[in-house]
């Protein structure tokens, strides 16, 4: 099963950081128990969240959910200089009322990215630089303040996603047809016992070739595809019902002990529903 590595602790309802490279950066896959908002004062490249990847310029919000596997891959001939948020999923649900989900921000109903016209881009970066502000010094009402500010922000999110005026731009679509043509396969195919070799010689291409084209057009592995696909499905059929030992070989997994091990490490708990309890190591903000 793929796994990714779980990333940060956050102790606190959120934290900010402001970081600026000569250049931009690459990760590998990743996820976090919070919930991240990425503003992008500048730079350019990709950004890959759940499989899908998302096309990046200077300006844009990036607003990641908790457990959503992500990583970065910004160009290194260009400046980046973000300002990262993370949120507790906890802190998030606790601020949310009827008419304002919190947590639907991150969920990625209409998408991951927000790119905003002036005035409205220019409103949510000052707040952050408010709210960075705010928690640059120890003055009476630090914590109250700068929180209230965090959820004008959140508030004013929430508000540009549904505006008329705000783009919400599409994951790419790989350009390489005989990569659509794989993906459509495995997504066709998902209870078939599915091998890097049959799936080449399905293709008639080399198995390498294959490999490296998958990447490229993905930023994944095929193998890494193939899981999050299954794992996605099988959460589905569970919510729908369906029993955890049913769904996971009517995805294709062999095995319930596999299975489960890699439904933790993805959605933080088992398919019956109990916390997943792995290590966290500390990270600094990417």
Known sequence: MAEYEKRGYLLENFRLFHLRSASGTKTDYHYHEFCKILLL??????????????????????????RSVHRPDLAEDAPYERIIIYVSPDFLQQMSTPDCPLLSLFQGQDGHVLRLKEPQRRGVFDLASRLEAELSHDAFGRSVFSQAVLLQLLVKLGRSIHDDSAALP???IPENHR???????????????????????QFFISKFYMMRLFHRETGMTVHAYLTQRRLNQAKSLIGGGMRATDACFACGFR??????????????????????????RPEGAE
């Open 41 to 66: 004062i500048s730079g350019r490249g990709s950004y890959f969240i759940d499989s899908r990847r998302y096309l990046l310029s200077s300006g844009d919000i990036v607003l990641i959910g908790s």
């Open 170 to 172: 599409r994951p790419s």
């Open 255 to 280: 095995s319930y002990s596999s299975f489960t091990r890699a439904y933790g490490k993805y959605f933080g708990t088992t398919p019956t529903g109990r916390a997943d309890t792995g290590l966290i």
């Open 179 to 201: 990569v659509l043509e794989i993906m459509e396969y495995l997504d066709r195919n998902l209870a078939e016992d599915l091998d890097i070799d049959r799936l080449a010689e």
